[in-house]
């Protein structure tokens, strides 16, 4: 059976936002110019061929989701350019949205639902943001296509996050995306960043068939074709349809994805998917964790569980925060009073692993000992050269901590004054590393701490591991360029900046 514009004005969304009534193709204020095409990567991705991201199954899902009482369908059609569009009832997109619709019944209808059901976790976040750009309410469902709204899906040819970025757009973007941190996997920061992208997408295009084209193939891409085969044409979504079939084949049939999933998503009921219960976030707080520290560290402060720190920071790809400045990290609601404190008296040695490199060992070896990857391990340790690695070197290891048969935290008691005393420095020649020389007592004037140089340290290495910079060290103990530093020596850190 054909679909058509009749069909398209009857279909219903779950959008309840009442702001967002009035939304159409109504831009902010005016914004900065969108880079030129010669600005932007050539590409957002490869312009391959992928099939739809398959996500890892999650633990818990219910097999039938149910829809939030008093949510009432908002019609979407009367503001929304992209499925109000008169092209969207074109014979070819018709077939191929027929397409998807039979494929989500059917054979992808266990996937369809895990994706509605954890689309709940996120679509309040998403829906904000769409009303504070005034874009399309459809925009909604784009990482419904893009990921099935599974926050750390990643495609066959890298694209990651609910967005689905690649990295070198990611980073073009303002995203970090390193091997500790890829904030493509932070819906709460990736999810402004892509309706930015998507915003100065339209502002060139001027038709959001082509802007959505454009999201999927790339920018270069779609400008290419439209020199080619569209040259004196009004950019609209009748200019899609005339390049259309000169696209690679995933983008050619990204507008009918798109179009299918609104339909189906946005009134699930009538196509079969009754009493639609959505999934949500737990309630979380932010906190500042400075430096490097493992997740399960962060947990015990915090005196909550490893999984809920692990799945309110996804984007902290191997468990654990760099070093050299501030992380933000999620933690459950109400788990953040007095975490400052108490994680300030952990020594460094009891936050993350270290590692002594011993007489024969190489990065690979360590990287295979510590069931890491040595891009990984290369990540966390900038600055280390594998050519010359020198016995007694520490090394940061990513991942949770390694039990060391100690407690990860030295707190003090409650309602007294009395900070804990920290462990004793090793003596030098011990073998025990950076990690586990930094002694808290009585702090000199200013809020710095003493720093006890061991065997294998270096003046580079404690500005590391506490965030400040090499020249303010040397400054602020009076060491010369050339000047080494010896076991034993007392080093005092500056307060970060």
Known sequence: MRHGAL???????????????????????????????????????????????????????PEVVEKAPGNDAVDLFAADPIVTSGQAGDE???????????????????????GLSRMGSYEDLVIAELAKRELPPSLLYLPLIEANYYPTAVSPVGAGGLWQFMPRTARWLGLTVNSLIDQRFDAFA???????????????????????????????????????????HPRDDRLFLRIRDRLPAETRDFIPKFLAAVRMASDPEHHGFLNVLKSSLPAFDTV?????????????????GLEEVRDLNPHIVL?????????????????????????????????????????????????????????ELRGANPGVSPRRLQIGSVLIVPGMRRD???????????????????????????????????????????GEVVHVVTRGESLWLIAR????????????????????????????????R
Do not use: K
């Open 92 to 114: 070819g997109i018709e077939d191929r949205v027929d397409w998807w619709l039979n494929l989500w019944q059917t054979r992808s209808r266990d996937a369809f639902v895990r």
């Open 404 to 446: 060391s048969g100690e407690p990860a935290a030295a707190v003090a008691e409650p309602g007294t004054d009395n900070p804990p005393i920290a462990d004793d420095p090793p003596e030098a020649g011990s073998g025990e590393g950076a990690l586990s020389a930094a002694t808290y007592g009585a702090a000199p004037p200013g």
């Open 319 to 375: 468990g654990m925060t760099p070093g050299g400045g501030s992380t933000v990290v999620r933690l459950p609601a109400g788990s953040v009073e007095g975490f400052a404190e108490r994680f300030a008296v952990i020594p460094l040695r009891n936050r993350v692993n270290r590692h002594i490199v011993s007489a024969g060992e190489t990065l690979s070896h360590i990287a295979l000992d510590y069931r890491i990857s040595l891009d």
């Open 288 to 304: 500042a964790v400075d430096g490097p520290a493992s997740i399960d560290v962060i947990a015990d402060v915090a005196g909550v």
């Open 7 to 61: 069909r398209l004005a009857v279909v219903r969304g779950t959008l309840a936002v009442a702001a967002m009534s009035a939304i159409g193709c109504a831009r902010q204020p005016p914004r900065p110019p969108a880079p030129s095409p010669a600005e932007r990567p050539a590409e957002v991705r490869e312009p391959v061929v992928r099939e739809p991201v398959r996500a890892p199954e999650p633990r818990s899902e």
């Open 190 to 232: 990736a999810t402004p960043v892509a309706l930015d992208y998507l915003l100065d997408l339209n502002e060139q295009f001027q038709s959001w068939f082509l802007t959505l084209a454009a999201y999927n193939a790339g920018p270069g891409r779609v400008e290419q074709e439209i020199r080619r085969h569209g040259r004196g």
């Open 465 to 496: 591991l506490y965030g400040v910079e090499l020249a303010r060290l040397r400054a602020r103990n009076r060491i010369g360029e050339g000047a080494l530093v010896h076991p034993g020596d007392s080093i005092r850190i500056p307060p970060a």
